[in-house]
């Protein structure tokens, strides 16, 4: 992982990136969050033959905002995405494209909030703008959904809770 650390080490010590481990974020830490990412946006952007830089940078930065999602319209499931491209760009001065895979990493709750309007029905959405344009783009798109998703399970004791037993009812069944 030297080459991973390589990309991102300007970003990780940088004070304001670190002051994210004070912002709650699905169950552990913004920072944390951000770390397991772009670790596995790396990863997979080697696999793929992705553009590896723009891939992990954009995959570390990508919700780059400080506070929760609810303390602001900026900080909103639909608009933290440009919240973060903006902050990412006066802060480590990232390229065009990496704004853009940014941009676009909220694309799944683009697609649910499109067919099913009356999840945050305040929040005006296009799939067209909301779509990653790159195939570095899906790759952080997908990465966060992936450990949100695994987040929401660990650290969530009370998912846990519903997980097990969801396991223990199955189990019964099928005996
Ligand atoms: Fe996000
Ligand atoms: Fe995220």
Redesign the pocket.
């Known amino acids: 992982m030297k080459e991973y650390y390589d990309i991102v080490s300007n970003i990780i010590t940088d004070d304001k990136f670190k002051s994210l481990k004070e912002d709650t974020h699905h169950n552990t830490n913004k920072y944390d969050h951000l770390i397991r990412v772009s670790k596995l946006s790396y990863k997979i952007a080697k696999h793929t033959k992705a553009n590896v830089v723009e891939t992990t940078r954009a995959g570390v930065l ?2 780059f905002f400080f506070g929760g999602r609810k303390e602001s319209q900026a900080n909103s499931y639909l608009n ?2 440009y919240t973060s491209a903006i902050n990412a760009k006066e802060c480590f001065n990232i390229s065009d494209k990496e704004a853009d895979i940014i941009k676009t ?2 694309f799944h709750h683009t697609f649910f909030r499109s067919i099913i309007p009356f999840i945050n029905p305040d929040e005006k959405v296009k799939i067209k703008d909301g779509k990653p344009k790159s195939k570095e783009a899906w790759i952080v798109c997908v990465s ?1 959904l992936i450990i949100s998703a695994y987040e929401g399970l660990r650290f969530n004791i009370g998912g846990k809770m519903a997980l097990y037993i969801l396991f223990l009812c199955n189990f019964i069944n099928i005996r």
């Open positions: 990508h919700d933290h995405p990493h909220m966060d």
